[in-house]
Every structure is written in C-alpha cells, then in structure tokens.
C-alpha cells in the first residue's frame, strides 16, 4: 500500500525558511513521481514541484522557481521542499503525492496516491 506523509509545516515570518518533508512507504522511490501541491483556502490546489527519475526531470512552478527545492533521500525514503524567501502567498496546505504514471514534464497528469498535508503560514 502506497503511504505518504508529510510535515515540516509551520508559521514563519516573509522572507523565512522551511523545509517539508514527505515520507513515503510501500513503493519503490525511483519508479514514481513526486509532487508537491498547495492549497490555500478559497482556491484550487496547485502543483508547485514535482520529480520524477522516469522523465529525468524536477518541475517548479513558475511561482515558485528560484525559491523552492525538491530533493529526495532515496535510501529512507523521503522526499524534501526546501522552501527559502517564503511570501504571504505561499501559505497554503502542503501535500504531497505519488505516481506510477506521471511524467513531470506534464502537467495534465493527475496524481493517484495523496498524503495529508501540513500547513504553512506566512505572516507579513
């Protein structure tokens, strides 16, 4: 079974730091992509960083390219968003997911199996 948590999440100030993490279990790690996704009350939820070993390609979004990294640990497992130069408008729930089938070089893709998020607050 394809678990998925992550955390990391908290309050920081404009301009702040966190790093998130998502741990995963019951999948091989260099056969699917991960992606972070954010959602913000009132809004969709957005792919912010996705990376995947099958299209060789780590994808930001344009929001965030600059500012965000996504690194992984492949022999525990886990996989990062370092999140530097935080904005009020990068507050939002954080998630993230796993698929077999995704390419990140897509963004049309869906993603199958979603972990609960951890929420991020920005304050001004």
């Known amino acids: 079974e394809v678990q998925l948590q992550a955390s990391g999440g908290g309050s920081v100030q404009t301009g702040g730091s966190l790093r998130l993490s998502c741990a995963a279990s019951g999948f091989s790690f260099n056969k699917y992509a991960i992606g972070w996704f954010r959602q913000a009350p009132g809004n969709e939820r957005d792919r912010v960083a996705c990376?995947?070993?099958?299209?060789?390609?780590?994808w930001y979004a344009d929001s965030v390219k600059g500012r965000f990294t996504v690194s992984s640990d492949n022999d525990k497992n886990i996989v990062y968003l370092q999140m530097n130069s935080l904005k009020p408008e990068d507050a939002a729930v954080y998630y993230c997911?796993?698929?077999?089938?995704?390419?990140?070089?897509?963004?049309?893709?869906?993603?199958?199996?979603w972990g609960k998020g951890t929420q991020v607050t920005v304050s001004s």
């Open positions: 990376v995947s070993s099958k299209d060789g390609i780590t």
């Open positions: 997911a796993a698929d077999a089938t995704v390419l990140c070089g897509s963004t049309a893709q869906g993603f199958d199996n």
